[in-house]
């Protein structure tokens, strides 16, 4: 699995968005998919992989109220859910 422990200074994106980084999961879930933005006070994020969705929920100020451009906000890895047909 690639290092995700680094990713370059967290920024802010237009519009209220910020970096997060999802942990957990799949180890094959590539590392472009983990490093993302999202916006401000985004407490869930759903990811499509291998015919399914990974969930991941932002574990901590889940308000979004303290969200601050100078940090990364991370989301821990919760369930995997599968694509209906």
């Known amino acids: 699995m690639d290092d995700l422990t680094h990713v370059s200074g967290a920024r802010r994106f237009g519009g209220g968005h910020f970096d997060v ?8 879930l590539p590392a472009t998919a983990r490093e993302r933005s999202a916006p401000a006070g985004t407490g869930r994020i759903k ?16 308000d979004g109220a303290n969200d601050d ?17």
């Open 47 to 62: 990811v499509p992989y291998l015919g399914g969705y990974e969930h991941f929920e932002r574990t901590e100020d889940t």
């Open 21 to 28: 980084l999802l942990e957990g999961g799949p180890a094959g």
């Open 69 to 85: 451009a100078s940090r990364i906000v991370v989301f821990h890895w919760t369930m995997r859910t599968k694509i209906a047909e």
